[in-house]
Structure formats: C-alpha cells, structure tokens
C-alpha cells in the first residue's frame, strides 16, 4: 500500500509570495495533520484536519490555512512568505485518534 | 504547555555497543507517547506508541519503556544501519477542541560507528 504522498518535493519561492503544498493520505485515513521541521528541531504541529473539518491549529500566524477534500487529501497553503518558512513541511495521515500519525518525506520549502 | 526533552542531543557508538536514549515530558494528560526514526531527506518513521507508566514494547534491536515523567529508547547491539534521528512525541488527552496534534522533542542525533 502506498504510503502519505506529498508534492512538491521541493520548493523555491521569494518574500511575499504565496505557497500551496499538497498531500494525499494513506488510503483509508481520514485524519491530516501538518507539521514544519526546521533544520535541527522537533516537527512543530500547525494543523489538524479530520473528516473536512478542521480540529485544531498550533501556534502559527493566520497567514497558515489549509483545507480538506472529500476525498480525505489536504492542501496547506501559506501566504505573504518570510524568509523564516523555510523549513520542511510534514504531512501525516492516521485512521482515528487511536491511531499513530504516518508522515511522509515532506516538502523543502526554501525562501529567498 | 506541553514539553518534550530528548536527551543527549548526539550520540557516536560503535557497532555493537548499548545505550539509552532519554525523553523527558510534561504534559495536562498523557494519551500516547510516540518514538519515530528519521533518516537524512525523509519523514519520521513510526516505531512505537506507549499509553500508560510501566508499558514496554520491542522492535528488533530497540525497546521502548515509558514512565510517568519520561520515556527510555534502549538499542541492544546497534549496527551502522541505526544511524539517524530518533524522535520522541507526545500527545494529549485534550488538546483543546479535539486536536490530536504531536509535540515534539528536537530528538537524538545517532551515529553507529562500523
């Protein structure tokens, strides 16, 4: 079975443009979670989305969104970029929440 | 606030020597604490998850303990092919509206020295 797919693989945008980094979950999975991985530091949680609805949010300013579609992919978009959103972009999929979260190899997002 | 603290932040062993690598937590209510590995370029990769203080799973040359304040990763003879970054999270009880989301540690960087 084909695990959490993510695209692009890699990214190079400037200051102030505006991103969209894709997922599809493993097949099954209804819960999507986002993360970004700064070179050297723990993935920090930004969203969660279950079932089309979003469940939670970390710590991120409103320029972070995202979105789920019916058929359980997710879409994580990023707007007026700083050259402080560089980082790997994580996504992670799982059944329910008694389930582990499975990520996949992330988007490298650099910002010039 | 939930907190995770991986100790040490690097390791170098040489192949078939033991150790321990530590997680300490601070969580509201623990529902599951989580070991993932993560190779250079890739995602972390799932190992194991512990619920409850006492709880103790296997994989190969690595174990998992978890007590109430921390967790213990153990590599029993590790080879050149456990080289990589081992990840510990949390995740709680109530996130607050339902979220299931992960806290994690910066994790442990291990080099296994042929």
């Known amino acids: 079975d084909a695990g959490v797919t993510q695209s692009p693989t890699h990214l190079i945008k400037t200051r102030g443009q505006h991103v969209t980094l894709r997922c599809s979950p493993i097949?099954?999975?209804?819960?999507v979670s986002w993360y970004q991985q700064v070179l050297g530091q723990g993935p920090q949680f930004i969203f969660q989305?279950?079932?089309?609805?979003?469940?939670g949010r970390g710590n991120f300013p409103d320029r972070f969104s995202a979105r789920q579609f019916p058929n359980y992919s997710s879409e994580l978009n990023v707007n007026a970029l700083l050259l402080g959103d560089s980082a790997l972009y994580l996504c992670?999929?799982?059944?329910?929440?008694?389930?582990?979260?499975?990520f996949g190899d992330g988007t490298r997002l650099s910002i010039l | 606030e939930d907190q995770v603290t991986q100790s040490p932040e690097a390791l170098r062993l040489q192949e078939g020597e033991s150790s321990s690598l530590n997680c300490s937590y601070t969580?509201?209510?623990?529902?599951?604490l989580f070991w993932y590995r993560q190779d250079p370029g890739k995602g972390p990769e799932f190992l194991f998850t512990?619920?409850?203080a006492g709880e103790e799973k296997e994989k190969e040359r690595l174990k998992a303990t978890l007590t109430k304040k921390e967790s213990f990763l153990h590599i029993t003879a590790p080879k050149p092919e456990d080289s990589a970054t081992y990840l510990c999270?949390?995740?709680?009880?109530?996130?607050?509206?339902?979220?299931?989301?992960?806290?994690f540690g910066k994790g442990t960087h291990l080099i296994i020295q042929p």
């Open positions: 992670a999929s799982s059944g329910n929440s008694n389930q582990p979260q499975h």
């Open positions: 097949s099954g999975h209804k819960s």
């Open positions: 989305y279950y079932e089309k609805e979003e469940r």
């Open positions: 969580v509201s209510g623990l529902r599951g």
């Open positions: 512990l619920y409850s």
């Open positions: 999270a949390v995740q709680a009880l109530d996130s607050g509206g339902g979220a299931d989301g992960l806290t």
